[in-house]
T-cell receptor, first 113, second 114 residues
Framework: DVKVTQSSRYLVKRTGEKVFLECVQDMDHENMFWYRQDPGLGLRLIYFSYDVKMKEKGDIPEGYSVSREKKERFSLILESASTNQTSMYLC????????????FGPGTRLTVT | DQQVKQNSPSLSVQEGRISILNCDYTNSMFDYFLWYKKYPAEGPTFLISISSIKDKNEDGRFTVFLNKSAKHLSLHIVPSQPGDSAVYFCAASEWGGSNYKLTFGKGTLLTVNP
């Protein structure tokens, strides 16, 4: 069964802290994605990766960085958390070829105070 | 510049009736369209998809219709059930685009009343 897991379901951090969100997939997928979901704004792509050590900016990369050292793991890093980064963060993965379907993790609700 | 638009933020339907969720797009290079369903505090789950070479795809109670000339697609749920209450996202992908990146709409909250 397809599985994407995220390290935390809920996270509370202080302004200025460095925050790591981890995502692991067990499907041997080449592509991995980080989104944030905000009310009224839908899903917005932050970064994605199509191979180990490869990354591309999405639509809203400012304030974020990513790391992909292993195929199964994709990390999202908030270098200095700010209150406007309070959001639901969703990780997804997909095959390099096929029908474009992305499989999502359960999400991490991050609150920055 | 929103390339995938879901103009109805919410929709309320009676159990057993048809739910119709709409989606419009502006990018003529989009060639594959997907619908996802999302419950609160869960990740989106894939529901149904359609390629641009088709105008209809059916899977059980769910049917997606694509009108390429109008750049419009719709998701029909018949009959609607209370468990269908969720946020529905329309998504599109561009042929030859960047590694199967999906562009999502803002979502429509469907409420099915018993």
């Amino acid at each position: 069964d397809v599985k994407v897991t995220q390290s935390s379901r809920y996270l509370v951090k202080r302004t200025g802290e460095k925050v790591f969100l981890e995502c692991v997939q067990d499907m041997d997928h080449e592509n991995m994605f980080w989104y944030r979901q905000d009310p009224g704004l839908g899903l917005r792509l932050i970064y994605f990766s199509y191979d180990v050590k490869m990354k591309e900016k999405g639509d809203i990369p400012e304030g974020y960085s990513v790391s992909r050292e292993k195929k199964e793991r994709f990390s999202l890093i908030l270098e200095s958390a700010s209150t406007n980064q309070t959001s639901m963060y969703l990780c997804a993965s997909s095959l390099e070829t096929g029908n474009y379907e992305q499989y999502f993790g359960p999400g991490t609700r991050l609150t920055v105070t | 510049d929103q390339q995938v638009k879901q103009n109805s933020p919410s929709l309320s339907v009676q159990e057993g009736r048809i739910s119709i969720l709409n989606c419009d797009y502006t990018n003529s290079m989009f060639d594959y369209f997907l619908w996802y369903k999302k419950y609160p505090a869960e990740g989106p789950t894939f529901l149904i998809s359609i390629s641009s070479i088709k105008d209809k795809n059916e899977d059980g109670r769910f049917t997606v219709f694509l009108n390429k000339s109008a750049k419009h697609l719709s998701l029909h749920i018949v009959p609607s059930q209370p468990g269908d209450s969720a946020v529905y996202f329309c998504a599109a992908s561009e042929w030859g685009g960047s590694n199967y990146k999906l562009t999502f709409g803002k979502g429509t909250l469907l409420t099915v009343n018993p």
